[in-house]
């Protein structure tokens, strides 16, 4: 069969809109078809007509096909069509097209697609739909010109894909590389496919801590952050986890561009794709030096105090402990014999003990 042929008549007998016609997509006009595409349509015009869609070839196409009339009537749909709009293919035949579409699809929408599709061209975008049971989704379509037998466009063939769950993951990752981008902590990606992790992505977080520009580091391996004091069991550590494909935090010390240093507390992950081949390391980067700083200052204070709960503590059972032996020497009021000399002499060592405890020197 050439192309733009005409399938049967009995095909398209009874339907509204078309007296005598069939499935012939004027492929020379559909400029923006790829081969693969014309190549469906060849087998589509060939093979089948609007009434008979599901049980053709069509039904295992993934994607829905609707034909149309200029007057909004469904004259054909295959079997992706009654599973994208929920509907069976018999009860789509015959009925409009309208409610099929999203509140978004206007009338000059409508206009706009009719007047081109007249014109014997395609047109090609995103449409919103509804389903039977009222959900929205988004599909994509193609609609090309749809001829009756004597060549004149009647109508219009769409093929669509379902794209919600593309457009929710638009919209997640949209949010996502937002979230990333405008982040107070440092990100960056890393390819694993190539040697030595180069850089190839780093966001603007990054750049400030660091003091690097994206352009001079981009292709580098993240290393040159290290330094003469960086702790050597940290790096060995960050090296056993990429080795092992392995996420990793850790704390270590490393140098800006200008050779200031600050504390990275370093979070390091492994991207795994589908087929879990590792494709990538994202690393996310806090400066904590004050937090570092800050934290040791408290640290050492409250081990001051701790030390001095401590000292306290021993000197008050020092003190306890001496109590008696110092009363026992004021309370026996016998003359003082060399023995007693000594012993009073001890006594003052065991005031002045006292007194160092209590730090009062
Ligand atoms: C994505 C990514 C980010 C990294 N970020 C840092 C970092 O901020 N600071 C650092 O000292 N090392 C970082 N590293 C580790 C170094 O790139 C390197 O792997 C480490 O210094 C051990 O390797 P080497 O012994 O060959 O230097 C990062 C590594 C990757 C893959």
Redesign the pocket.
Known sequence: MRNGEIVPESAMDGLPGVKANALCADIESCDTFDRFYQSRLIVMRDSVSPNNLSSSVFDQMAEAILVINFDGIILGANRSAAELFGYPVEALCGSSSRRLRGSSYTDSQRKRIHERIKAGKTWRGRMEFVKSDGQTGFHETEVSPFRNEQNEIVGLISSSRDVSLDIALEAQSDLILEAVRSSNF?V???D?TLPD?P?QYVNSAFEDI?GYAFAEIKGR???F??GPD?DQE??SD??RA?HREEPLTTM?L?YRKDGTRFW?R?Q?SPIHDAKKRLR????V?IDITRDVSERTIERERQKMEHLGKLASGISHELNNALQPILLMGGATGRPLTEKYKRRAGLRRQRYRARDLCKGDR
């Open positions: 440092g960056t990606i890393a694993a992790l850089l660091t391996n993240c290393r952050l290290k960086t940290a790096v960050i090296r990429i270590l490393n990275n370093l390091l990538a390391y994202m690393s980067q």
